[in-house]
C-alpha cells in the first residue's frame, strides 16, 4: 500500500520557468511532509519542509504548498536552473514515529 | 558536508548468503536509520537506533538486523539474501531521532546485487 505517491516519473522544464512537482498521501496522521533532492551516487539532502499546522513554506526559489483537505503537497521551484535536475522525493511522516514514508521520486530535467 | 559514509559502495552477494553493510555517521550523532531503495522506488525505512538500541522498525523480517556502535558507526545484517534484497541501501544520521529533515543527513549508500 503506497501510502505516498508521486504519479509524475519525469518531468522537463526550461531554465527559468517553474518546476511544479506533486505529491500525495493517504494517511490522515501524516502531520509532517519532507522533500529531499537526489543526485546520482550522493544521497538524499534535505530540501524544505512543512508541518501540517502550515499550508505553504518558503526558503528562496523553493516553496512548498500543502492541501490538508485533498491530501496534496506540491514543491514549486521558480526560477529552475540547470543545477536543480536531480530526482526529487517526497516524503511524509507522523510526528515521534522518526518512519519517514518516502514516495517514489520525480526525476527533473531543467533545459538550459 | 554531512560526514556520513558508507562502506563498501558496491557489493555482489548470491541468494542465501549473508551480509553486512557499514555506515560512519557524524562525530557525536546518536541515532542512525537505515532506508531500502529498490530500483524506481523510494527509500523504504527498515529500522532506527538510537545510542544503540533500536528506536523504531519498519515492515522488514527479523533477517535484517543491526548494530550501532560507541563510536558512531554501525551496522546492517542481512541474512538469508533474497533476489528481493537488491537494493540501495542507505543510512542516515542524526544528533536525536530527528523530527525535522534538516537534522537528518544521508550516506551515498551501498548497492547490493543479489544474484
Known amino acids: 500500500d503506497q501510502q505516498v505517491k508521486q504519479n509524475s516519473p519525469s518531468l522537463s522544464v526550461q531554465e527559468g520557468r517553474i518546476s511544479i512537482l506533486n505529491c500525495d498521501y493517504t494517511n490522515s496522521m501524516f502531520d509532517y511532509f519532507l522533500w529531499y533532492k537526489k543526485y546520482p551516487a550522493e544521497g538524499p539532502t534535505f530540501l524544505i519542509s512543512?508541518?501540517?499546522?502550515?499550508d505553504k513554506n518558503e526558503d528562496g526559489r523553493f516553496t512548498v504548498f500543502l492541501n490538508k483537505s485533498a491530501k496534496h503537497l506540491s514543491l514549486h521551484i521558480v526560477p529552475s536552473q540547470p543545477g536543480d535536475s536531480a530526482v526529487y522525493f517526497c516524503?511524509?511522516?507522523?510526528?515521534?514515529?522518526?518512519?519517514?514514508?518516502f514516495g517514489t521520486g520525480t526525476r527533473l530535467k531543467v533545459l538550459a | 558536508e554531512t560526514g556520513v559514509t558508507q562502506s563498501p559502495t558496491h557489493l555482489i552477494k548470491t541468494r542465501g548468503q549473508q551480509v553486512t553493510l557499514r555506515c560512519s555517521s557524524q562525530s557525536g550523532h546518536n541515532t542512525v536509520s537505515w532506508y531500502q531503495q529498490a530500483l524506481g522506488q523510494g527509500p523504504q525505512f527498515i529500522f532506527q537506533?538510537?545510542?544503540?538500541?533500536?528506536?523504531g522498525r519498519g515492515n522488514f523480517p527479523p533477517r535484517f538486523s543491526g548494530l550501532q556502535f560507541p563510536n558512531y558507526s554501525s551496522e546492517l545484517n542481512v541474512n538469508a539474501l533474497e533476489l528481493d534484497d537488491s537494493a540501495l541501501y542507505l543510512c542516515?544520521?542524526?544528533?536525536?531521532?530527528?523530527?525535522?529533515?534538516?537534522?537528518?543527513?544521508f550516506g551515498p549508500g551501498t548497492r547490493l546485487t543479489v544474484l
Open positions: 542516515a544520521s542524526s544528533l536525536e531521532p530527528a523530527q525535522r529533515g534538516d537534522e537528518q543527513f
Open positions: 512543512i508541518s501540517s499546522i502550515k
Open positions: 516524503a511524509a511522516d507522523i510526528s515521534g514515529t522518526y518512519k519517514y514514508i
Open positions: 537506533y538510537y545510542r544503540e538500541e533500536e528506536n
